[in-house]
């Protein structure tokens, strides 16, 4: 079982950017994807997630209207961040439950994580 996230990286405030998760050894769709996020000093929060294969999806108060969860249902869940501002520099990781999953649930109860990607913005 593999998860690998990628899209990370420096960008200017107000801009977006897609991160993408790509997984293997399991099937995407017997799974529900969360993303979390972990800023220097600061504990794992979770942002967002999407359940298989229902495709619903729940987020973080703080990242709503800005964060988009989705997957191609096949190997790879995305996370879209827009209007981004330095309060969102954090290593963001994507993680995999079995089952579906309703809504933001604990970090703990994942069952695999990925080795995360680093967004840094600058203001």
């Known amino acids: 079982v593999q998860l690998v996230e990628s899209g990370g990286g420096l960008v200017q405030a107000g801009r977006s950017l897609r991160l993408s998760c790509a997984t293997s050894g399991f099937r995407l769709n017997d799974f529900g994807i969360g993303w979390f996020r972990q800023a220097p000093g600061k504990e794992r929060e979770g942002v967002a997630i999407?359940?298989?294969?229902?495709?619903?999806t729940d987020y973080a108060e703080s990242v709503k209207g800005r964060f988009i969860v989705s997957s191609d249902r096949a190997r790879t869940a995305y996370l879209q961040i827009n209007s981004l501002s330095p309060e969102d520099t954090a290593i963001y990781y994507c993680?995999?439950?079995?089952?579906?999953?309703?809504?933001?649930?604990?970090?703990?109860?994942?069952?695999?994580w990925g080795q995360g990607t680093q967004v840094t913005v600058s203001s």
């Open positions: 999407i359940s298989h294969p229902d495709g619903k």
């Open positions: 993680a995999a439950i079995r089952g579906q999953i309703v809504n933001m649930i604990p970090a703990r109860l994942y069952d695999y």
